[in-house]
């Protein structure tokens, strides 16, 4: 079965870190372009980031550009988002996602 | 930065024909993706590559495109697809990927 699996959310405060995680099982996980979306609290959906298959190319939303870094461990079937610097706007439900494929979400919450 | 252009919301009754757009510069050079999210739940890929349909997506879902313009239809609207949806695709340079707003179908 093909599954992605989130972990790493939580409460922080403005100006915090944490490191999101994304397992990945039941597919060849190193010939996906793997990418993390979040949904703050009754809004859409927000692209955060994204990686290629052998983790040489990246891209990010502006507003979280020199703050968020993206990558995988192939060997591993994984992906991480170290998010530092953390915004209350920083604040949703982070989805790990390969486009067809959605993890059910972690929620990370910035806030005094 | 790039957008994607949706209607807020959309209403039909049971068996009316539902038809979403989706505008964006990039459209006739990038794939369209539209997603269905029902509440609380993670998003569902209901079309992909503008026309394309997953194998366990109803067929009253397609998908179509057309300049700057995608349009998903749901043929014979059901009470279940009651949801947003949000189409998605990419910048004409390919780095930077956008979401549209999301629309609302209310089927009643």
């Known amino acids: 079965e093909v599954q992605l699996v989130e972990s790493g959310g939580g409460l922080v405060q403005p100006g915090g870190s944490l490191r999101l995680s994304c397992a990945a099982s039941g597919f060849t996980f190193n010939t996906f372009w793997m990418s993390w979306v979040r949904q703050a609290p009754g809004k859409g959906l927000e692209w955060v980031a994204n990686?290629?298959?052998?983790?040489?190319?990246?891209n990010y939303v502006d507003s979280v550009k020199g703050r968020f870094t993206l990558s995988r461990d192939n060997a591993k079937n994984s992906l991480s988002l170290q998010m530092n610097n953390l915004r209350v706007e920083d604040t949703a439900v982070y989805y790990c996602?390969?486009?067809?494929?959605w993890g059910q979400g972690t929620t990370v919450t910035v806030s005094s | 930065s790039y957008e994607l252009t949706q209607p807020p919301s959309v209403s039909v009754s049971p068996g009316q024909t539902a038809r979403i757009t989706c505008s964006g510069d990039?459209?006739?050079?990038?794939?369209a993706y539209w997603y269905q999210q029902k509440s609380g739940q993670a998003p569902v890929q209901v079309i992909y590559?503008?026309?394309k349909r997953p194998s366990e997506i109803p067929e009253r879902f397609s998908g179509s495109s057309s300049g700057t313009m995608a349009t998903l239809t749901i043929s014979g609207a059901q009470v279940e697809d009651e949801a947003d949806y949000y189409c998605?695709?990419?910048?004409?340079?390919?780095?930077?990927?956008?979401f549209g707003a999301g629309t609302k179908v209310t089927v009643l």
């Open positions: 990039a459209l006739p050079k990038k794939y």
């Open positions: 990686i290629k298959p052998d983790g040489s190319g990246k």
């Open positions: 998605y695709s990419t910048d004409s340079s390919g780095s930077q990927s956008v």
């Open positions: 590559e503008d026309t």
């Open positions: 996602t390969r486009g067809d494929v």
